[in-house]
């Protein structure tokens, strides 16, 4: 597989619409690899049973051809699943007899329940699924996105899409057109932009065992306690759920997500204004702090907007005026990228204390955004 991409002079942003959807379409057709917009992160895509096109898009993001790619399934409109599970068989995505009848009920169930939307599904794979799952995997990563423009760019082309977030290997997903282009212009050919995306996390990752109990691979929009109601229900990092020893979704991998600049968690408000006063302390002036950026889960009280006063206030953000989650999780990687833009010397970043839910997913991402780089 090559690792250099092919070279393209320039990158077309194009608004979506009519035309830009079935140009598009005809793009993917072709082999070509184009970035959409999705429900939860702009994606790079490509079709996934074609294994140039497949190359294409590991080429451009540079990423390691160990990690499988999510595929993206059309939703036929008006379309009852009766049997979700029989019907990815015959559409030759997974092996549904390696899967007990209990997990294909429970296959059957969520997807009746999450699909379209930001639920990823890890099953049995078929024999024939190949271009879209280099590597030694014995499963398929699928999942059937919601957005109105990536459901029509699927049933326009007639492919299923194999597609990651459509940033270079490691970086921050992007949640806008810009963002993309900031990642991946001069690399790939073209981009349809569809505005900033509504969820602005990745989605839930599951995987489906034989016996039917479900592995939470990454969190999401989607929660654990949610999921739990439709089987039994365990993280990954409770055991491994491959043999092999390399991470099982290198979303998994600790560091990921990363912005550039050095990046320091705290949790509380109260931590923060002990890290301020310390820092004060230790500094000549007020200006020196200047180096650091600030981002808030939520707007500043009284009394650590006083503190703040003496700070930058470009520097400063929050996620959201009033401590809301989905605002905050729809924000989350724009702001990191913005303060990161500043080429600041660190970033002081709010990790929510959540385990679950939204706040949880968030926080799974700010861990990992923060933890030391892999050498
Ligand atoms: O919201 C999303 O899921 C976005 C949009 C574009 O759909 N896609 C996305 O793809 O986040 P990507 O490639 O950036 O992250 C997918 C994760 C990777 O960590 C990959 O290793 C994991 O899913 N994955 C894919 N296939 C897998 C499999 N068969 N078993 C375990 N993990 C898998
Ligand atoms: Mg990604």
Redesign the pocket.
Known sequence: MSSTPSAHLQTLRLEANEDSIAYAAAQLRAGEIVALP?E????LAGNARDAAAVARIFAAKGRPSF????V?LASESGETFTSPSRQLEAQGWIDAAALSEEAQAIVDRLVRAFWPG?L?L?LPRAPAVLEA?PGA?P???L?M?SHPIMQRVLQQSGCALA????NRFAQI?PTRAEHVMAELQGRIPLVLDAGPCAIGL??T?V?VDAEGGLAL??PGKIGASLLASFGRLRRASEGAVHESTRP?????LSRHYAPQTLTRLFETPLSLAQSLRELGASLQSARAGEGIGLLLLQAPDAELRALLNTWPAHYCRWLSEGGDAEEAAHRLYASLRELDGLALSALWVQCPTQEEGLWGAIRDRLRRAAAAPAD
């Open positions: 999705t939860t992160v702009y994606g990690d499988p790619l999510i993206h930001p990823t890890v799952v995997v499963t398929v990563a999942r996105p597609a990651p977030s459509a997903s990745e989605s990752i995987q691979l990454r099982l979704a290198p979303g998994m």
